[in-house]
């Protein structure tokens, strides 16, 4: 397995911004081929992550409006290029805020270094942020000012000891003033709504996002109290899997900082509540150049909270020219090059439903379209697990502060499409 | 902003003004337009002996590196850095040397020194971070140094920088093909590994290398197995795919019996040709029926160690468990992947597109598997096309006649999407359905006619071409259809259509006679405007007419066949040459001629329409090739089950192996593993305790293993001492691994608060005895010797040598030769092992501990134990210590050593376990300020130093006292014992039974206890908190007296009263969390006796069950 060989930076517009060779150089030529079937797939996301070429073959993802291309010479699983250049562009956000072009040709030192420590001879030597972070400090504006000054640098000068133990995942030596840790679980609600309204397909997908800054070495174990709920969960490296497996708690060594503790997959359908229905009559009249257009969306098993940050967006099809609409709540605009129209509706209160309405100005000529296009809903519900998951407690050893401990609830929509 | 100068040096400079360097730097100013120009500038900088220049010159190259401009010219100016102080300058400079080495040989040969001189530098990271830099130089003519390295690093005791040695194999061999045979060499030693941190990067090395040398898995396939859970996620990846593949030599297929039934089953349904084989098959089915399979414990013990990590968040991993467990499981538990499976399609696109390639492979051989998740394929409109066409594979595949309703409902709602290319695969998908699942086929071939008046070409063109598929299977049923179709061929402009269309009328212009001639007559007109593939069926169909319906299809057949003749397409003009020839009797036309209705016309076999994913499982699946569909480069064939199974004791890892493994390390370069074989050789009775017994031939092999290697480490620890700083890091780093790994097997509960503060009334009492005892000096000694011979010459040895300098290398000589001779069953071994992997548990010999004591020291102790008076717990029962040493004479340059654990509670903090120390001065010069300092401990350990020893005289001795917080681990507590002048390293590791403090409970209490911890144990895994060991109790330790004094010498517990004469209870609590610990020890008739322990810490549990009956043995 050689692994990955060279690894090209692209942007949308075609430029190779960025390129670096683990081995001898491959000439930035071989990104013809991915123009190439770039060209021919139209749409970004459907460029084949994997491309054969004569010599090579590239393997690449598109992330934050960039291709990161990379080049393989032999066999080798492609999931563990992709999964590992997801990775690289994780820490680009983790180290610089955001995974941009600007922000890479800004730090375009700092990305060498990253690339040339995650990766030796092709293979991924350190990925886990808190060894990287020992290794090269992430830019933060004080430090660049007192480095021009004084000339110092972003590499650490202490050897990153996390490297060599068997907890990679957290530096040594921690310290706050305050020792705090946060657990966000969030939810998401998948969902497939047919014309009809009922369910199609529902699952949720939930995940605990941390934020742990807590000194030393605490080793935590949190608690749920119906951990049964969980059907299918993925951990963090650092969760001790036959402590979940016996007892059904999680108990773990945190990295320092963020961190996606699991995830976890809430699957029978029945149990899936759906917080929110949508009424929809959209209609095109056969040899007529207009069409009816008319939503409400209200509120449904929401668990007596209230459904915000409603947005609605919708692939109108290729014939609509525009839409001339009022919305009784909120905001609504159509982008008539892309034939999308996003509807911002807030909160959604149950004496008043928001409801959008109005005339559909097709193409004069053009055929009826044919389909229906699909409702995409986001939704936001805070302080409620969707699930019913509950944390019970974390408790903390191996220290001796008495920590900060915060857990928070959010469900969202995720892919919550209605059919109509 | 530290980038942004680099970039402004690509515009010129002009917009980098402002920027500090050019404050440096006023010459520069705006004349580097030019390229030289700007590189001299460059140059300057570089050679200038300001860092921070420096490093500016060197971001600004990095950066046109990085946008691949050409930055060679500078190599001079830049290797001469390599040097430098600045530890980012100097990244920076490996980064540009690695880049332009091979490009510059000559200079690159420069920097070479320097790397030379990292390899033997003291630190680990250095000497790791060279071999890296130095491997990855793409200079031939240093291939004999890097070989000579890499042979080094890989004996380094430093299991980083061996990991290192591991990547350096494959670079070292795509330069140099020709030193394979002394890389495998490297390759096999690094086998033998048994860290974590190296057990990924050897496999891929070997992957690299070597991979069609499966023998060199062999001795290692257990622990690789064992140790996979704990891989860093990459090495994961790879270790799976090489034991998936290795398996496949090693083991037989799990599913013999079924595959073949499964197969005869398939073949019963496309067709009946086979009727013999069949049979052949059925007689081998029951062959192997007769001979029942029984899968290979190995094989078990993989499936078993890769399970838990389909819940691994790296899709790689996941996916590279996905197929092992795809290509080696039974089929009854090739099911757990799919959960996993599934969820990965929530992630990136990317991943859900290498996914669902696998799923839909997968899911023809595996159908059930994945029908519980049949929505979880459901397609929405948000989803790229490149997806929605992937979960159409899988949804037709998931078809049966069950969910086949449900499929097509959903079917229809996709043929109304706006994507086209998606609707065509639906149309397909429907056409795929109908042939496989019978009872749908009507409503299909309705829906799809149905689909003809649609208004998008597209899709009337692919619903034509999949209707004719249909159609071929019955086509006397459909002649409506036929005749809809033909009508169409007025207005459908898609040549595949218009192809297909005549296609079937052609086939079946008898059905159609009246519509036939007349859509010919329709093409002849149209002819030359035609497709090609039109114009092809436009002649065939004209042949089939003029054989059925001669008198009204004659001329145009002529018609049509002149103007094929004159076609600008040779292909076409042939066809019509072949054509006329084989339908147009003329004289000189053969016998062929009389066959012409029979060849045209003949039955043909409808199409069978079929998953293009078929068969491409015999790619292995997650891989490149299985993706590609296509064998990628170096790719590694899945082999075959094996028809016998391959001797599976080539597996067995024998004790000389090791042994011959460990000691030609040992001799070459110290090294030193004690602990990683501590933690195997620990881990091995814990897997019996929650596992199967299949592990148990495993666990001999481990732990017989971890003793003899471990066995080394004794006789290693005078060089040790030696070693200074690098030794102390290894040692270090190897415990934070063990660490690690009992933290993962830690129970439930954690470190509970409790205060073993102790101090009995016989305390003084004690104290007094001893000092007589240490007064009675080498005389008391021997007389305990004889009571206990065995451990008093272990311990006199290790005592006489701190005691007189001059016998000590001959003590050490002793002790490498009793190493040998002892090894002789497997009894002893284990014996052995105990000894010298912990430092032997003390014996109740009392005076063979702090000999020429002076009266200072006891009179310290005397202090201590008054300090702290709570009389909560028992004391220790036996006062009677035995003393480690911690410094060695000759390693102290006359400074000796030694410490004992006093089972005193530590005064100040009752978490710690009380240490003490005794130094003695040999020298003839005044040591002065002794103190401890720069602790290493693993986190949570903790320790409180000693008050500073101002000054000790010539040939004094001191006694003090330390406190130290093991965290109830026996993980070694380093640091440094300074003097005035110089620096020792050091470390105390404590045996599991110091790691304790007694504890009083009544019987009632303790029965109480034990049922609690019991019941606790029931709801994780059986055995977690009780180990149960049978014993045979030797001749003389068949009293109470003897059995109390043996386990409380083993370990520091308060005995418990007991009402049963033959039942002794123990009872203690851990010092750092006061977890309990409950011993039972029950003496049934003559010499057997069986121990329970029982304890929520699992390792302290094993550990000191294996500690008593050790002492009992004795």
Known sequence: ?420 | MAASPAYGEEKGGSSSLGEPEYGHDPASGGIFASDYKRHDDLKEMLDSNKDSLKLEAMKRIVAMIARGKNASDLFPAVVKNVACKNIEVKKLVYVYLVRYAEEQQDLALLSISTFQRGLKDPNQLIRASALRVLSSIRVPIIVPIMMLAIKEAASDMSPYVRKTAAHAIPKLYSLDSDQKDQLIEVIEKLLADKTTLVAGSVVMAFEEVCPERIDLIHKNYRKLCNLLIDVEEWGQVVIINMLTRYARTQFLSPNQNESLLEESAEKAFYGSEEEDTKDAKAEAASLAKRKPYVMDPDHRLLLRNTKPLLQSRNAAVVMAVAQLYFHLAPKAEVGVIAKALVRLLRSHSEVQYVVLQNVATMSIKRRGMFEPYLKSFYIRSTDPTQIKILKLEVLTNLANETNISTILREFQTYIRSMDKDFVAATIQAIGRCATNIGKVRDTCLNGLVQLLSNRDELVVAESVVVIKKLLQMQPAQHSEIIKHMAKLTDNIQVPMARASILWLIGEYCEHVPKIAPDVLRKMAKSFTNEEDIVKLQVINLAAKLYLTNSKQSKLLTQYVLNLAKYDQNYDIRDRARFIRQLIVPTEKSGALNKYAKKLFLAQKPAPILESSFKDRDHFQLGSLSHLLNAKAVGYQELPDWPDEAPDPSVRNVEVPEWTKCTSREKRKDKVEKPFYSDSEGESGPTESADSEPESDSEESGSSSSSGTSSSSSEEEDEEEEEGGSEEQSEDKEGEEEEEEKRKKKKEKGGPRKASPRSVGSEEEEEAEGKKVKKAAGPQGKKGHAESSSEEASASESSSSGSDSGTEAPTVVEAKRRKIPSSKAGPKEISLLDLDDFTPPPPQPVPSSSIISTSLVTDLEGLTLTDTSLAPALLSPAFGAVRTYELLHRMAGEGLSVEYCFSRRPFPGDPHMVAVQIQISNNTDAEVKSLRVSEPKLLAGMRIQEFPEIESLAPGDTASVVMGIDFCDSTQAANFQLCTHTRHFYVSIQPPVGELMAPVFMSENEFRKEQEHLARRGEGKLTGMSEITEKLTLPEKCRSDHAIVQQVTSAANVGRVPCGADNEYRFAAKTVTSGSLVLITLEWREGAAAQLTVNSEKMVIGTMLVKDIIQALAQ
């Not at chain 1, 007192?146 to 530096?171: A, C, F, H, K, M």
């Not at chain 1, 905001?331 to 892309?338: A, C, G, L, N, R």
């Open chain 1, 1 to 420: 397995m050689k692994m990955i060989h060279s690894l090209f930076l692209i942007n949308c517009s075609g430029d190779i911004f960025l390129e670096k060779h683990w081995k001898s150089v491959v000439s930035q030529s071989v990104c013809d081929y991915f123009f190439e079937a770039q060209e021919k797939a139209i749409d970004v996301e459907n460029v084949p992550p994997v491309i054969s070429t004569p010599h090579h073959y590239l393997i690449s993802i598109y992330r934050d409006k960039i291709f990161f291309v990379s080049v393989i010479q032999t066999e080798v699983p492609p999931l563990f290029v992709i999964e590992f250049l997801h990775r690289v562009a994780d820490t680009f956000q983790d180290y610089f805020g955001e995974c941009s072009e600007t922000a890479i040709k800004d730090n375009v030192v700092i990305v060498y270094e990253l690339l040339e420590e995650m990766l030796d001879n092709g293979f991924p030597l350190a990925t886990e942020s808190n060894i990287l972070k020992e290794l090269i400090k992430p830019p933060t504006i004080l430090r660049s000012v007192v480095n021009s000054i004084t000339g110092s640098s972003n590499v650490g000068d202490t050897l990153p000891t996390g490297q060599l133990s068997n907890i990679p995942w957290r530096r040594a030596g921690v310290k706050y003033t305050n020792n705090e840790a946060y657990f966000d679980v969030i939810e998401e609600i998948d969902a497939i709504i047919d014309k009809s309204g009922s369910t199609v397909f529902a699952e949720i997908q939930g995940v605990i996002d941390s934020c742990i800054k807590l000194s030393g070495m605490p080793d935590l174990s949190l608690s749920f109290m119906n951990p049964r709920l969980l059907d299918d969960v993925s951990f963090h490296p650092c969760i001790r899997f036959k402590r979940w497996e016996s007892e059904r708690v999680l108990s773990f060594i945190p990295p320092d900082g963020n961190f996606r503790l699991i995830s976890y997959r809430v699957s029978s359908q029945n149990l899936v509540a759906i917080p929110v229905y949508v009424k929809h009559l959209i209609s095109f009249k056969e040899n007529s150049s207009s069409g009816r257009f008319d939503v409400t969306i209200g509120p449904k098993q929401n668990m007596g909270k209230t459904v915000e940050g409603v947005v609605m967006t919708v692939h109108m099809p290729k014939a609509v020219l525009n839409m001339n609409l009022t919305a009784t709540q909120g905001s609504y605009t159509f982008d008539p090059v892309t034939k999308v129209l996003a509807w911002d509706v807030g909160k959604i209160t149950p004496q008043k439903l928001p409801n959008l309405k109005g005339i559909v100005n097709l193409q004069s000529g053009a055929p009826k379209p044919e389909e229906n296009p699909s409702l995409n809903i986001q939704f936001k519900i805070q302080q409620l697990a969707i699930s019913g998951l509950k944390v019970n407690r974390l408790d903390m050893y191996g220290e001796k502060y008495k920590p900060f401990k915060g857990v928070k609830y959010i469900t969202k929509a995720g892919k919550f499409q209605v059919r109509t």
